[in-house]
């Protein structure tokens, strides 16, 4: 068994700009050597961490990914789509404004800050924040993709996590098995398409259109072929598929219908004070709730994260009404409040979906040649990945790991090493967890405990919202306190 590539020491961040590919050398102590922080998975998150890490100093770290090289949604990235989030919320900016791996960093060095700043965008497109991403990627040294992690183990005689991992060819085949150690991990393998019960069997089949929106662009043009499409899914993805496939499609001869199980095809909230639940003082609030608020608060939240952004509905509104122009109605059909009980196919290349309104309480069946599920997205388990540390994991009465304000696995005394965890912590700090705008915060706030300074002073204040009548120590002057005391009493 070889050893992992691990870098000696975090080298200082490369000359952004320069595309020189970074080469992997092995340890030569063996392996044996230890990383102070190990990351599996290379999404946006780990990415984040990986860019603010490289700037400290004597810090070993190393990050691993299965795939052979990064891509963020490649399926979704949509001609004209856009983040749904400012492009501050880059990698570093919201921690680190100075770091060498900023957004604006990357518009200079591919000569394109003076046409980026003439075309006054706010909400950058997805596409090219996906090659900001991969452009960060390249760049890294502490990055190792084409790499499989088979096992995690704590070693109890090193006081060190032991990490088997296999390193693949560019064709996925394994090439050779790796193993090293790390005091400390790091989770960020992220969230993956999640298909409904009733209509898994159909995904299976290859000769029934059924597909998860996450790998719409590569059926594309199958699915503008097809005489009838169903999509299934009320958020920014199925307004994206719907309003794509509108677009391509003949005026009169759509044949197109939109089924979502929330009560209205509903605006995202994008009101200020609104996003101020998308603050570190928002989380911080979450997290000290008790656990049965916080899983009841959760579904109530719905449209912050869950509604589509008011210039999509615009522009499908837009596009049904041009199509009025010249008399009649479109050949589309859009229905809120609706649930798929279940689902067979048709003749082999046909699907028949029952239906249920749930308001109504009434029952129907669609027959449709292509359905795109806009479904979302579940977290990754990681039950199998860590299943030789479950033992050493605390959780909580719903059987969910617990997760501290740190983000760190609550573990049993005996591990020495901490567990952080990126992206999985909807349930303990809310709906932030998967939200861009808050990845640079929380990679700052695990950097900053685990090397136990303040390396990227955080703000104490985020919000002009106070959350809750006990405010976070030190957020308020002395006479608030004394008016919410003298107010109890």
Known sequence: MTPAPDPTTTPAPTTPGDDTETTESADPTGGDTPL???????????????????????????????????????????????????????????????????????????????????????????????????????????????????????????????????????????EALCRTYARNLVLGIGTEPHIPDPLRPLTDAPAVPVLHSADYLRH??????????????????????????????????????????????????????????????????????????????????????KGIDRDTIAAIHDELYQRTLHGGWPDTVLTPGVVVRTAGRVATTRVELHLEHVQQGTRSRLTTDAVVLATGYRERRTDILLAALAPYIRRDSSDRPRIDEHHRLVLDPSVKGTVYVQNAELHTHGIGAPDLGLAAWRSATILNSLTGTTTFPLPARTAFTTFGLDPTPGRQLPDQRDRLARTRT
């Open 220 to 305: 594309r043009a199958h699915l503008h072929a097809a005489d009838h499409v169903t999509v299934i899914g009320a958020g920014q993805s199925g307004a994206e598929v719907f309003l794509d496939l509108l677009r391509h499609r003949p005026a009169g001869r759509e044949g197109l219908h939109w089924l979502a199980r929330t009560p209205a095809f509903a605006p995202m909230e994008h009101s200020k004070l609104g996003l101020e639940q998308f603050t570190p003082d928002y989380t911080r609030y979450f997290h000290a709730l008790p656990e049965p608020v916080r899983d009841a608060l959760l579904p109530q939240q719905w449209q912050l994260y």
């Open 36 to 174: 102070d922080l190990l990351g599996i998975g290379i999404g946006p998150s780990n990415l984040s961490l990986a860019a603010l890490a490289s700037t400290i100093p004597g810090l070993r770290t190393a990050f691993y990914e299965q795939h052979p090289a990064f891509h963020w949604h490649p399926g979704l990235l949509i001609e004209g789509t856009t983040l749904q989030v400012p492009f501050l919320a880059d990698l570093v900016t919201l921690a680190d404004p100075g770091n060498p791996w900023t957004f604006l960093n990357y518009l200079k060095a591919s000569e394109r800050l003076y046409p980026f700043y003439f075309a006054q965008r706010f909400h950058i497109h997805r596409a090219e924040y996906d090659a900001y991403c991969r452009w960060v990627s390249q760049q890294l040294p502490t990055l190792h993709f084409g790499h499989h992690i088979d096992a995690v183990r704590w070693n109890p005689e090193r006081a060190l996590f032991e990490i088997d991992l296999t390193q693949t060819g560019a064709d996925g085949e394994a």
